[in-house]
């Protein structure tokens, strides 16, 4: 989903951001994938020549026409809000939403409505808004800003039934859709009249009413974090969230070569019945001297459903953590002043060669293996030479620690804007527990410019860029997050926030952890 492009700081059409997806892998099994261009429904000739080839995306229940009035929806399972997708079983993926209103507004005035969607931002998804098939907005929970998007009149049947359609985009187990309220902003005398516009709705032109994928599977595991050599549990529960019964249900774990799962040969059911749920489990051996990062597990599952065969599928994520922080490091940060721009194509701590100046470093109390205390922690710079990496761009990595302590601290510092996000912290007796981390803006003091209030560990009147000196002050902050300080550290796992600053890309960099 191509959400715009960047703010163009350096008119070098740097800050734009491609549309369409430019790479992909499928983690949990390794087929060959093969590309093919899907067009418009319908091609030239457009199942829906009111609302144009625009209107909508790629997504199955577009391209079948969930979105519009008259869609036959009686066999979908009915919720109320806000929903919690885990709750009822539910993987992250894909899920629909629809409902209908009506209303009676008062001739002679104008009373312009809204559609308002609140949630908790910790919940991670993005949500697609189509009013009597019309896509109005799109909404981002956990970035924001915006909670209330106009429902234009015409558009909007200000005398009659509408048809709300929201398609929900869940990253993680937190998704679902939170609360839903039609918005008065105000109450007019007057107004002009505005004409309805024309708003064809389902008809079989779209097909068949297609199957939505009732069935689904969660999995988990006892060992998200993993050394290699031990073998996990895995366990999964395949649920039944439709209004029928499914048949010849075949569950089988798909992981990494190399790796060897008990059942090796499909889980199978005769069958689930509407609305309930069956559990499934493996062991996995999981093999030594695996590279660190993030492996996937695949439960594939197939059944039939109404005489017509169906398939979906869960995963589950393994981490292999980097023996420490440094062993990831993959952003230089820091050069010299007299080799500012040290190679061809450098992109530096911001993705345009902007750095902190190794000297200007030293000078503030951060030259290379300097101790600093934040929050009663003593965390320490990286010992590296400029011009190398010297730090992690936060993207999900797990590095191993240990020991015992009430904090957990960080030097650390974004660059182009104040981010946040979610880490994980995981101890030696399985338990894990989640932390908000924030980084300042490396360009900004604390508190200024929307940065947070934190530690100013250094701050240096100028920063390199690959032409010279720039004379504006950047900084280096510190923060501390509370952990158990009863239980034994094994590993953390960083905020998934952006592993790169090429086209000038946000980012949030960590440079040391410590307890």
Do not use: C
């Not at 997708?85 to 629909?96: E, Q």
């Not at 910790?122 to 998007?149: E, K, T, V």
């Not at 908000?436 to 947070?452: I, T």
């Not at 902050?477 to 790169?500: E, H, M, N, W, Y």
Request: glycine share 14%.
């Amino acid at each position: 989903m191509n959400m715009g492009h960047d703010e163009d700081y350096s008119p070098n059409d740097s800050y734009k951001s491609p549309r369409g997806i430019r790479t992909a892998i499928l983690l949990g099994a390794t087929p060959a994938i093969q590309w093919k261009i899907q067009g418009s429904v319908g091609g030239e000739t457009l199942f829906d020549p009111v609302r144009g080839p625009m209107n909508i995306g790629g997504l199955y229940g577009e391209r079948h026409g969930w979105f519009l009035a008259g869609y036959p929806d009686r066999n979908w399972r009915k919720v109320s809000l806000p929903d919690s997708w885990s709750t009822a079983g539910l993987p992250p993926g894909i899920g629909w939403y629809r409902t209908e209103f009506s209303l009676q507004l008062p001739t002679g005035t104008d009373v312009p409505i809204g559609v308002q969607i609140n949630d908790d931002p910790s919940r991670h998804y993005r949500a697609l808004i189509f009013l009597n098939g019309w896509m109005l907005g799109i909404y981002i929970n956990d970035l924001g800003p915006q909670h209330i998007f106009s429902l234009p009149n015409g558009i909007l049947n200000p005398n009659g039934s509408n048809t709300l359609a929201i398609a929900v985009w869940g990253e993680d187990a937190s998704a679902g859709l939170g609360s839903v309220s039609l918005y008065q902003y105000g109450a007019y005398a007057g107004g002009i009249p505005v004409v309805p516009v024309s708003s064809p709705g389902w008809n079989g032109t779209w097909g068949a009413p297609g199957l939505s994928n009732d069935l689904a599977i969660n999995l988990s595991s006892n060992l998200p974090v993993s050394i290699g050599g031990q073998t996990a549990k895995i366990a999964g529960t395949v649920t039944n969230a439709g209004s029928s019964a499914v048949q010849s249900v075949k569950v089988a774990l798909n992981v990494p070569s190399g790796w060897t799962v008990t059942p090796s040969s499909p889980i199978e059911f005769p069958a689930i019945p509407p609305g309930t749920s069956v559990s499934v489990n493996w062991s996995v051996q999981i093999p030594s001297g695996l590279t660190p990062g993030q492996y996937q597990l695949a439960a594939i599952t197939s059944y039939m459903e109404s005489g017509t065969s169906n398939s979906t599928a869960g995963t589950v994520a393994l981490q292999v953590p980097y023996p420490n922080l440094a062993a990831a490091f993959d952003n230089a940060g820091v050069t010299t002043n007299a080799n500012t721009n040290p190679s061809s194509g450098f992109l530096g701590f911001d993705g345009i060669g902007t750095t902190y100046s190794a000297e200007g470093l030293t000078a503030a109390g951060l030259s290379p293996g300097a101790t600093v205390q934040v929050g009663g922690v003593t965390l320490t710079w990286p010992d590296v030479q400029p011009a190398q990496p010297d730090n992690v761009l936060a993207d999900g990595q797990a590095f191993l620690i240990s020991g015992q302590s009430s904090q957990l601290g960080f030097l650390l510092a974004s660059n182009n804007a104040s981010l946040a996000g979610t880490g994980t912290v995981y101890y030696t007796d399985g338990s894990s527990a989640s932390f908000e981390l924030v980084a300042g803006n490396f360009w900004y003091q604390s508190g200024q410019n929307g940065n947070p209030v934190e530690t100013q560990v250094a701050a240096v009147n100028y920063a390199n860029y690959p032409t010279g000196s720039s004379g504006h002050t950047v900084y280096v902050f510190g923060v501390t997050v509370p952990i158990d300080s009863s239980k034994t550290l094994q590993a953390v796992v960083l905020p998934k926030v952006r592993g790169s600053v090429a086209g000038y890309q946000a980012a949030m960099h960590i440079f040391a952890v410590g307890h």
